[in-house]
């Protein structure tokens, strides 16, 4: 789940990069598109979080928080024109940055559980 997680905030975030590299081409809607994306797995993240452990919720609640204050703060800060739409979705960047080094913090919580949780091999 957390792996999937991952890997949709990577996905967003890479397509966040590419709308800032083509903001000459990027619209209202391209930015709408991304913003829907990551209050979606905001929303995702959070439900999914009340099945972990303390620690791990932590940081899924906190990746939650941030995936889905960045599309409004980014809303807050758009106006016409390129230089403003980029400015948003620097904000929406940054927020979805910051989500994924959560996400990755609670797969490496889980798997240093996982490794601690498992047997020693056999001599």
């Known amino acids: 789940m957390l792996d999937v997680a991952r890997r949709d905030a990577q996905d967003l975030h890479q397509k966040i990069s590419e709308n800032i590299a083509n903001i000459e081409r ?42 889905k204050a960045a599309p409004q703060q980014a809303k807050d800060n ?22 994924a080094q959560s996400i990755s913090h609670a797969v490496a919580e889980l798997r240093g559980q996982a490794t601690a949780a498992s047997p020693a091999p056999a001599n």
């Open 78 to 99: 758009l106006a016409t024109g390129a230089a403003r739409l980029k400015q948003a979705n620097l904000t929406l960047l940054d927020g979805s940055h910051a989500a």
């Open 26 to 67: 990027t619209t209202d809607a391209d930015f709408k598109i991304v913003s829907d994306k990551a209050h979606a797995l905001g929303e995702r993240l959070k439900a999914d979080a009340m099945t972990q452990n303390e620690k791990v919720k932590g940081f899924m609640l906190n990746a939650a928080e941030k995936l």
